[in-house]
């Protein structure tokens, strides 16, 4: 399984991007879908993630600026990044669950790059 992150780049305070993570190989089934973020000295942070059935959870600093989404048929996760500050700032991970038949297992992407400028 291997999962190709994109969308990072340079970014004004305010404008938006764009993330996706798309998942490939022999997978049977993909549950939970999140993003994470991790600025260099600090821990790694959940931002945003959905569940199969769609139901969506947010850190309280992106609520009302980024929204998660799927599509399953692609097994491909989105980030959609508005009015975004230089607190921003970060590499982003993309995390999905894959189910079935064997026990549930999380893969990580390589991480995209977001860069805010005030």
């Known amino acids: 399984v291997q999962l190709q992150a994109s969308g990072g780049g340079l970014v004004q305070a305010g404008g938006s991007l764009r993330l996706s993570c798309a998942a490939s190989?022999?997978?049977?089934?993909?549950?939970?879908m999140a993003w994470y973020r991790q600025v260099p000295g600090k821990p790694r942070e959940l931002v945003a993630s959905?569940?199969?059935?769609?139901?969506?959870d947010y850190i309280d600093s992106v609520k009302d600026r980024f929204t998660i989404s799927r599509d399953n048929a692609k097994k491909t996760v989105y980030l959609q990044m508005n009015s975004l500050k230089p607190e921003d700032t970060a590499i982003y991970y993309c995390?999905?669950?894959?189910?079935?038949?064997?026990?549930?297992?999380?893969?990580w992407g390589q991480g995209t790059l977001v860069t805010v400028s005030s």
């Open positions: 995390r999905v669950r894959v189910v079935g038949p064997s026990p549930p297992f999380d893969y």
């Open positions: 190989g022999n997978i049977f089934s993909v549950d939970v």
């Open positions: 959905i569940t199969s059935g769609g139901s969506t």
